[in-house]
């Protein structure tokens, strides 16, 4: 009860029911939506829920990883990976997939912060880790080398083994989604979360005033890497395939990145905002590039969209919107 | 020299070979204030980082209550009773200035809302109360300048130091500061080590002054004699702030 | 046996130091906006290929060789780069990094994807009379395009290195990457300054993708591989400095060939990474940079 009401805090009583009313609409949406719709939400809640996992690193923390792809890569291979070849289901795979992707954060973020790399030496070291790791599975038989990791398609649904079709998927995402959003909620609010956003602001300062800066850093990559990693692992089960150049390409990072800095760093909202506004620009693209026929169309009106966000929104979509809906999320 | 809150016996410290301070010894007792003057680059700041830990002293100890501090985090020197302030100021600045004390205030209070609690009484005693919601970015210097005292106070320490708190403030604004402190450490006990160059306030509330010049303390006394010391003089020559 | 490997060896040096310098100088315009402006250009790669892909079309629909259109593509580049930096970047110079990180990759994004509108998604090269030809240096033959891209490179690079150190814009580039509030304190012409130095390194990241085009085939989607080496290259070098990125880029360049010599080709980045990552640990000034700035 305690733990709820800091949760729901001082929120304005309309926000909640607005969240509530959108909850459920989200939870009977399946039985709303055609196929197309529904796998339209499944990637806006895959995006708003990576995005949130990325944003406890960046924008709570202020540690600019571009190196994500790493996480959510582990884990999708370990997860499939114990499947594949074991037959161990993904729900117990998940703790060994989390077990590893967290490790590797806090290998990556203890040398990245033992040795004070800061802004953009330390987004560099996580491109190299994940660049270094998609080489290494390039070459490591049991992930299936550079020929990839297939699982076999099965449409019968299964929970125990995450088989199954979009709407399975689709409710594990949004479980995925709301509790990344109850946690972070909850992160923000707690002493380490202030702790966070004070060495985002000024490391120097916040050790002066006792943050234990170092261990605050390593509980922000490690919890950043688990969630990644859960995401990764959905993905390898929706996906049913896993190649080491796409699932630990730059291009996967700079996916993940995206949401929360449109959206609005270090916000609830902007991840699932940007979620939003960057798939349903990525599908109205599509669209009209089927129209026009052109190789790349697509990608140049969504690189234009961004240019046009950046320079006219750089703190993100959200901010501005809470803005002119007259709601502020309380900028702590 | 038990008994002593802090005492800083013989450390030194050199950067690239060059000696920024060396073998300063000097002890603060508890519930006083002391100053430590001397003029730009003499080494008051390095002595101060070293006593806050930004870096460890090359020889000599800190120590605090009898404890030796030297070579601890700043964190853990934070945890041990000593709150400082940056000379070049260093809010949060994306958070409002509650959430700045807030910071400071969790370190003795587990939970959000009595450190915020504990935060916003601070703030009431430094004159900031109405401007708890600002931004700390928006704040102009000598408000900026508070904020550094008030969150170093949330972090309810044992010793605090001062690094030149008073700089960049008018003179009403300085008799103001000078007022806050000197209460603060009659009703409190609180032991303060400042490092100023406004000398209308290091006479008004310092009861001992350490000069130090090239990283060697020259002098040690009662302003009265400090002011009368002929190495202070020397070195003051033509600086007209001592007067 | 052993004297036919170390033939092969040497073999490999040789073509890795001549690539090596074709690397340099395309590392070297990410190093110089770094160096003056603090901003990592995301966007390197895939000026690049724009490089490559503009000589690709000079000798595909003109029959101009890439040699010969050099030169007005590094102007084009010049002024691009320039109008780039006074029209979008300027404002981005003291945001916060993930702000330039967005802004650049917007741009990346763009350039690669005109690209890959115009010329398609096949691997285009040019095909050349040079190619066929080659130098023998006593028992070591070097391909004549190769010798001839690493030749132009220098001859680039010395001009740059004229350009840094005998006229007056150069020299107050050069004051600014040294002492980046120095220079606001002297009063230069930042945003001219700035705009220039843009400007330069777009000019050489261009030259050197026309160089490139004559030793290997350009794809839109080796841009972001070209990115991740220029990376590699000047974090190795020393971010910043100039003669860093031009001995880093020698340094992958062989690294690159012997480790494709002696491992699985395919495994030659591994090694590339490894080194950025123990450099970045280790040196983060860089191999050749000076230490402690």
Redesign the interface.
């Known amino acids: 009860m305690n733990l709820v009401r800091r949760l729901v805090g001082n929120a304005p009583p309309r926000i909640l029911w607005s969240l509530g009313a959108l909850l459920a609409l989200l939870l009977i949406a399946p039985a709303l939506l055609g196929k197309y719709w529904l796998s339209v939400l499944i990637l806006i809640l895959y995006f708003a829920y990576v995005g949130q996992a990325w944003n406890i690193l960046?924008g709570f923390a202020g540690q600019?990883s571009?190196g994500h792809a790493l996480y959510a890569g582990l884990g999708g291979y370990i997860a499939a990976g114990l499947y594949f070849h074991y037959g161990i289901g993904p729900w117990a795979g998940l703790f060994a997939a989390v077990a590893v992707a967290a490790t590797a954060g806090a290998i990556v973020g203890y040398?990245g912060f033992r040795?004070s790399?800061a802004?953009?030496?330390f987004?560099?070291?996580t491109?190299?880790?994940s660049?270094?790791t998609r080489?290494?599975f390039?070459?490591w038989a049991w992930a299936g080398g550079?020929g990839g990791l297939f699982l076999k398609v099965d449409a019968t649904r299964d929970i125990v083994n995450l088989r199954g079709g979009p709407v399975l998927f689709y409710y594990v995402i949004l479980a995925l989604a709301v509790g990344a959003f109850i946690l972070c909620r909850a992160l923000l609010e707690s002493r380490l979360g202030r702790y966070w956003l004070a060495i985002r602001e000024d490391a120097e300062a916040a050790q002066a005033v006792g943050v234990p800066v170092l261990r605050c850093k390593m509980i922000a990559i490690v919890i950043s890497a688990a969630l990644t990693a859960l995401a990764g692992v959905w993905n390898a089960f929706y996906y049913n395939n896993l190649f080491p150049e796409t699932a630990f390409?730059?291009?996967r990072s700079?996916e993940i990145?995206?949401a929360p800095?449109?959206g609005g760093?270090g916000t609830l909202f902007g991840p699932v905002v940007g979620a939003v506004v960057l798939t349903g620009l990525g599908e109205a693209f599509t669209d009209l590039s089927d129209a026009l026929r052109?190789?790349?169309?697509k990608?140049?009106f969504?690189?234009?969209a961004?240019?046009v966000i950046?320079?006219y929104r750089?703190a993100g979509v959200w901010p501005w919107l809470a803005d002119k809906l007259g709601l502020k999320e309380r900028q702590p | 020299m038990s008994g002593a809150r802090l005492d800083l016996e013989g450390i030194g410290k050199s950067f690239r070979g060059l000696r920024a301070v060396h073998d300063v010894s000097f002890t603060v007792p508890a519930g006083a204030v002391h100053a430590l003057i001397g003029p730009n680059g003499a080494g008051k700041t390095t002595i101060f980082n070293m006593i806050a830990g930004v870096f460890a002293p090359d020889a000599g100890a800190v120590r605090l209550d009898g404890e030796t501090i030297s070579g601890l985090r700043p964190d853990r020197i934070c945890d041990a009773g000593v709150g400082r302030t940056f000379q070049l100021v260093k809010p949060f600045r994306g958070l409002s200035v509650l959430e700045n004390v807030t910071v400071g205030a969790l370190h003795r209070h587990r939970h959000l809302g009595q450190a915020r609690d504990s935060a916003a009484a601070i703030l009431s005693r430094l004159g900031l109360h109405d401007r708890r919601h600002q931004l700390a970015e928006s704040l102009t210097l000598p408000d900026r300048k508070r904020l550094e005292v008030a969150r170093a106070l949330a972090t309810e320490p044992k010793l605090l130091l001062l690094d030149e708190v008073m700089a960049g403030l008018r003179p009403t604004e300085v008799d103001v500061m000078v007022q806050f402190l000197r209460e603060l450490n009659q009703r409190t006990g609180l032991t303060i080590l400042l490092i100023e160059h406004v000398m209308r306030a290091v006479m008004a509330l310092a009861a001992e002054i350490v000069v130090v010049s090239y990283g060697e303390k020259i002098a040690q006394g009662t302003p009265h004699e400090v002011t009368r010391h002929q190495a202070v003089l020397d070195v003051y020559l033509g600086e007209q702030e001592m007067a | 046996m052993t004297a036919d490997f170390f033939l092969s060896l040497a073999q490999a040096i040789a073509k890795g130091l001549l690539t090596g310098m074709v690397y340099g100088l395309m590392a070297l315009g990410l190093s110089v906006v770094f160096g003056v402006m603090r901003i990592?250009n995301f966007a390197h790669g895939e000026m690049m290929v724009v490089g490559m892909y503009l000589a690709w079309m000079g000798f595909e629909y003109l029959q101009v060789s890439p040699m010969l259109s050099l030169p007005l593509i590094a102007i084009l580049f010049f002024a691009a780069g320039y109008a780039l930096q006074r029209g979008?970047i300027s404002?981005f110079i003291n945001?916060p990094?993930?702000?330039q990180?967005?802004?650049l990759?917007?741009?990346?994004?763009?350039l690669?994807?005109?690209?890959?509108?115009i010329a398609?998604?096949d691997l285009r090269g040019v095909q050349m009379e040079a190619q066929f030809e080659s130098y023998e240096l006593g028992p070591l033959v070097l391909d004549a395009v190769r010798l001839h891209a690493a030749l132009t490179a220098i001859a680039i690079a010395g001009l740059l290195w004229l350009f840094f150190t005998r006229t007056r814009t150069g020299k107050s580039i050069r004051a600014a990457a040294d002492n980046h509030t120095g220079a606001l304190v002297v009063g230069l012409d930042v945003r001219r300054l700035y705009a220039f130095t843009f400007g330069v390194g777009a000019a050489c990241v261009g030259a050197a993708g026309a160089l490139m085009i004559t030793i290997i085939p350009v794809s839109?989607f080796l841009a972001?591989e070209y990115t991740?080496l220029a990376?590699?290259i000047v974090?190795v070098g020393g971010l910043g400095s100039m003669t860093g990125a031009l001995a880093g880029g020698l340094l992958i360049g062989v690294s690159e060939a012997v480790a494709g010599l002696l491992l699985?080709p395919?495994?030659k980045?591994?090694f590339s990474?490894?080194l950025?990552?123990l450099v970045?640990?280790?040196r983060?000034q860089g191999l050749f940079g000076k230490a402690g700035s």
């Open positions: 960046m600019l571009l040398l040795f790399l802004g953009v030496y987004a560099l070291l491109i190299a880790f660049e270094f080489v290494a390039d070459h550079s390409a730059m291009g700079i990145t995206l800095i449109i760093l052109i190789s790349g169309i990608q140049i969504y690189g234009l961004l240019l950046v320079v750089p | 990592v979008l404002p945001r990094e993930h702000q990180f967005l802004l990759l917007a741009i990346a994004i763009l690669v994807n005109a690209c890959l509108a398609g998604p839109p972001v991740l990376f590699v974090i699985q395919s495994l980045s591994m990474f490894g950025l990552i970045l640990l280790l983060p």
